[in-house]
């Protein structure tokens, strides 16, 4: 089935580690994107890609770095100059041209003890 | 800058009763969408309708209808025959044209539906 997978779900480190998140989708889309959600906030966008080779910073990008060198891949790395980066994090995708519906992953929640 | 309001953090809505989860927006882009999403406890997000700044008919997807009213900006979400499956997160979003998928998200409104 086509779709969004993101890995590990769930995923415990210790402050100052970096930690990569991952995200492939086999939807053949052009764009992915990763979110951040807190608890009882909707969701921030950190960064994005619309195409392979190239991303853009979203509005929260400080702490984070992406990179996207496949299609289908969209790997996420919570640097420790993040200063707080427990949250739920949600990968999604589209198809670059059309309207902002958007594919979601089932999320990684990251905590940091 | 765009701004999305949700002012409703939780309501009860009985099965097979009508709801309407509002929300408000601020922005400053000519031409723009607004979406919902569906967050059940399980974590996804599921893209439930979508409309356009220039669409001149109300957006309609099963039981979800959008009542789009441009000059108050507001796009409230309607799910009619609510079922229990239906409690869950909902999210408006909007985004410009000229960016898609560079959503702004309200901070949602918790659904429950009971029997």
């Known amino acids: 089935d086509g779709g969004i997978t993101q890995s590990p779900k769930y995923l415990f480190r210790k402050e100052g580690q970096n930690v990569t998140l991952s995200c492939e989708q086999n939807l053949n889309h052009d764009a992915m994107y990763w979110y951040r959600q807190d608890p009882g906030q909707g969701l921030r966008l950190i960064y994005y890609?619309?195409?392979?080779?190239?991303?853009q910073k979203g509005d929260i990008a400080e702490g984070y770095s992406v990179s996207r060198e496949k299609k289908e891949s969209f790997p996420l790395t919570v640097t420790s100059a993040q200063k707080n980066p427990t949250a739920f994090y949600l990968c999604?995708?589209?198809?670059?041209?059309?309207?902002?519906?958007?594919?979601f992953g089932e999320g990684s929640r990251l905590t940091v003890l | 800058a765009q701004k999305i309001t949700q002012t409703q953090p939780g309501m009860f809505v009985q099965e097979k009763e009508a709801v309407t989860l509002d929300c408000t927006y601020d922005?400053?882009?000519?031409?723009?969408?607004l979406f919902w999403y569906k967050q059940p406890s399980s974590g996804e997000m599921i893209f439930l309708i979508y409309q356009g700044s220039y669409d001149q008919q109300n957006a309609t997807e099963g039981r979800y209808s959008l009542n789009f009213q441009k000059a108050r900006k507001s796009a409230n979400l309607v799910i009619s025959a609510s079922q229990l499956g239906d409690s869950a997160m909902y999210f408006c979003a909007m985004s410009p044209t000229d960016s898609w998928g560079k959503l702004q998200f309200g901070a949602g409104t918790q659904v429950v539906v009971t029997p």
């Open positions: 999604a995708s589209s198809w670059a041209s059309r309207t902002g519906e958007l594919f």
């Open positions: 922005t400053s882009d000519p031409s723009y969408g």
């Open positions: 890609s619309q195409i392979v080779n190239d991303f």
